[in-house]
C-alpha cells in the first residue's frame, strides 16, 4: 500500500513562495514517476509537474514553468514543489500522485494510481 502525505501548504501573498512536501512510503518499484497536480473550485484537476524516480528528469506544465520547480530526496523518499513569484490563480488544492510507471508525458491523472489527500494553497492579491 503507498501511502502519499503532502504537506506545506498555506496562505501567501502575490508573489511570495511555498514549498510543498510530499512523503511517499510504500513504493518499491525501481523506475516510477511522482506527480503533482492541482484543482481549484469549479476546474478539473490539472497537471503541474512531475518527476522521473530513475533519472529525476522533470516535467513542468507551460502555466508554471520557471516558476514551479520540483525535485526529490532519495534518503527521505520525498518529492518537493518549491512554487515562487505566486499568483492568485495558483489558488487550488494541490496533490501529490504517484504513477507505477516512467512515461514520455506524465500529464495525465488517469496514469496515477495512488493519491495524497491535497493540501491547500490559496493566494491573496
Known amino acids: 500500500q503507498v501511502q502519499l502525505v503532502e504537506s506545506g501548504g498555506g496562505l501567501v501573498q502575490a508573489g511570495g513562495s511555498l514549498r510543498l512536501s510530499c512523503a511517499a512510503s510504500?513504493?518499491?518499484?525501481?523506475?516510477?514517476?511522482m506527480g503533482w497536480f492541482r484543482q481549484a473550485p469549479g476546474k478539473e484537476r490539472e497537471f503541474v509537474a512531475a518527476?522521473?524516480?530513475?533519472?529525476?528528469?522533470?516535467y513542468y506544465a507551460g502555466s508554471v514553468k520557471g516558476r514551479f520547480t520540483m525535485s526529490r530526496d532519495n534518503a527521505k523518499n520525498t518529492v518537493y514543489l518549491q512554487i515562487d513569484s505566486l499568483k492568485p490563480e495558483d489558488t487550488a488544492v494541490y496533490y501529490c500522485a504517484s504513477d507505477p510507471s516512467e512515461r514520455g508525458t506524465p500529464v495525465l491523472p488517469r496514469h496515477y494510481d495512488y493519491w495524497g489527500q491535497g493540501i491547500q494553497v490559496t493566494v491573496s492579491s
Open positions: 510504500g513504493r518499491t518499484f525501481s523506475s516510477y514517476t
Open positions: 518527476i522521473r524516480w530513475s533519472d529525476s528528469t522533470t
